[in-house]
């Protein structure tokens, strides 16, 4: 900028020098005492400056007006780069809340399950003690077999006898399960895909998913995604 405003002035000096040096080389050296030659001389070096410096003016206004307009585009692309990057920084605190809220809840339904795994299904004094994850381990075993176990069957009866006490827990399991298969997703939704977080808890539980594809009246997209969780190899090491 400082160079320009140097080259301007010598431009302007130039130019203030175009009069004088005419003036000079047709009237000569000779300095007049008419006043009216004087104002002769006025009129002829206004008018031939004139214009010239104010097609330099104009000049200079259109390029300042140029510089400006430059800068302020570049000052609205800055701004808008800072505004996306402080809208990419809010997007990112909020998803990072709303993930540790859901894990919060997800955490919770998980301790709820649990509770209900260790819950006693086999009657008063049977040894040896039937729990939930006991009849949800042997359903999964027996998953490819047309066979099922006695005690297997009597729990699916049971689960779809209105007023019964395994009723009353198989309800609370399926909520459960089905409350997890929710905020799972929800939580892939945030996390733009599958995540360490559902992939842990539906590894955790896929063997769940047998049980309540056996029982039926539950959502077909819930078993499977429990049962899709791990591939066949490793669902046959478990079951052995």
Do not use: C
Not at 128 to 141: A, C, D, T
């Amino acid at each position: 900028m400082n160079k320009l405003l140097i080259t301007v002035g010598l431009v302007a000096g130039l130019i203030l020098l175009i009069p004088i040096t005419s003036y000079i080389l047709v009237y000569g050296r000779h300095l007049s005492d008419s006043q009216e030659l004087w104002a002769h001389f006025g009129d002829f070096f206004g008018g031939v400056l004139n214009p010239i410096y104010a097609l330099l003016a104009l000049l200079a206004l259109l390029y300042t007006i140029s510089l400006q307009s430059a800068e302020l585009r570049q000052a609205t692309t800055e701004f808008r780069r800072s505004a996306d990057s402080l809208q990419q920084q809010l997007d990112h605190y909020r998803d990072a809340s709303r993930k540790e809220d859901l894990f919060k809840i997800i955490k919770n339904i998980d301790d709820d399950l649990e509770k209900i795994y260790e819950t006693v299904v086999s009657p008063e004094g049977q040894i040896p003690v039937l729990k939930i994850g006991h009849v949800i381990h042997e359903g999964f075993r027996l998953r490819n077999s047309s066979d099922k176990s006695g005690s297997y069957e009597q729990f699916l009866n049971l689960a779809s006898s209105s007023g019964s006490v395994v009723e009353s827990v198989f309800m609370k399991l399926a909520v459960a399960s089905g409350n997890l298969y929710k905020y799972l997703k929800k939580y892939q939704e945030i996390a733009g895909g599958e995540s360490y977080i559902s992939e842990y808890y539906r590894y955790k539980y896929f063997m769940l998913g047998q049980l309540l594809k056996d029982a039926g009246n539950i959502d077909k997209d819930i078993y499977e995604f429990y049962l899709s969780s791990v591939d066949i190899d490793v669902q046959q090491g478990h079951q052995k």
